[in-house]
């Protein structure tokens, strides 16, 4: 194979997260994020229109300080707000797609310049499970699958942070739990202007890696010996403001999907299936988005998830792992 198309394969395998979202999520790390955190994309060179006046599609200058303005401030030290409110769904083989229950939560993210051409993305980030119907957050709800009533555990990532450079970060190690090595590659992101005046920008990742939750441990919430990951965004922006160099920060609006094992707190007990995300995410000024239920419950129970880190701390782990950390393994069915 030639160092061109290693390159290109490289270049495969990465994302930028929201973060999430994240999440990150899960999240959402959730990612809900976002996410939210960056991984590769497609070739950016074939996937949009040359460069024309401050639209500087093929500069990695340009990208890490345009990717910088969709998930932060480039007035450091700024507060920026991101959103996401969607659904979560149940999938296994013989049966049609089931939904599970709404997800909605937010981030706060800050940009500190560290003088060399890296910016840190400090991020904390709340993600909530609720009622199809009434938009409630749930405490406990029923498995549809099962039967058994369970606790619902919420995403709180505190923190989900990384690096924003003129290269693509490496990808996250979710503990130590994921140990693949990739090269340095230039952050070119795969824009692509649409005849509306808007410009699209999309990236995902794609992980397989030893659970956090070992079967042996846990063996009700475990998705077995490995934890297979996806998630996905969809930017939209107006071209206009992307191509405006006096703005610190572009607001946007798009989706982010996620491809995960079981909610652990669902308790399967290694049942075959998966869970799957989709959701609308932004980034704006006004937290009016926001569901009047989510508001409070957030503002009685995660106070401080209203605000973005002030310094980098670590590590930065996703839901999944971040449970194994925070919760004990549930007692046996009908115990």
């Not at 560290?114 to 991020?123: D, E, I, R």
């Not at 939750?213 to 063996?219: F, I, N, R, S, V």
């Not at 419950?297 to 106070?303: R, S």
């Amino acid at each position: 194979m030639s160092k061109q198309s290693k390159s290109s394969d490289s270049r495969r395998e990465f994302m930028v997260n929201s973060g999430k979202m994240a999440l990150a999520t899960g999240m959402v790390g959730a990612a809900v994020g976002h996410s939210e955190s960056v991984y590769a994309g497609s070739n950016a060179a074939k996937a949009t229109k040359a460069d024309s006046g401050n639209l500087k599609y093929t500069d990695n200058i340009w990208n890490r300080d345009t990717y910088a303005k969709l998930v932060g401030d480039l007035q450091f030290g700024e507060q920026r707000f991101g959103w996401f409110k969607g659904k979560a769904m149940g999938i296994r083989e013989g049966e049609k797609v089931r939904d599970i229950c709404g997800f909605e939560g937010f981030s706060f993210t800050r940009l500190v310049d560290m003088g060399n051409g890296v910016y840190q993305k400090l991020l904390r980030e709340v993600g909530f499970y609720t009622d199809l119907e009434t938009g409630e957050v749930l405490e406990t709800m029923t498995n549809p699958y099962t039967g058994e009533e369970v606790k619902v555990v919420h995403i709180a990532n505190d923190p989900f942070n990384y690096k924003i450079s003129a290269f693509y970060p490496k990808p996250p190690t979710y503990g130590t739990l994921n140990k693949e090595k990739v090269p340095d590659v230039p952050f070119l992101l795969p824009w692509q202007e649409t005849p509306d005046g808007n410009v699209v920008l999309e990236t995902g990742i794609h992980l397989y890696y030893p659970s956090a939750l070992q079967p042996d441990k846990w063996p009700r919430e475990s998705p077995g010996k490995f934890t297979r990951v996806s998630e996905m965004f969809r930017y939209v922006i107006r071209k206009e403001n992307l191509a405006n160099p006096d703005l610190t920060k572009v607001d946007y609006t798009g989706t982010w999907s996620r491809i995960t094992p079981w909610f652990p707190w669902l308790l399967m007990d290694q049942a075959e299936g998966h869970m799957s995300y989709i959701c609308t995410m932004g980034a704006y000024d006004s937290m009016d988005v926001v569901s009047p239920q989510v508001l409070a419950y957030a503002k009685k129970h995660y106070p401080k998830y209203f605000n973005a880190p002030d310094k980098w701390e670590e590590p930065s782990l996703s839901s999944l792992e971040r449970y194994a950390l925070e919760q004990t393994p549930a007692s046996e069915k009908g115990k």
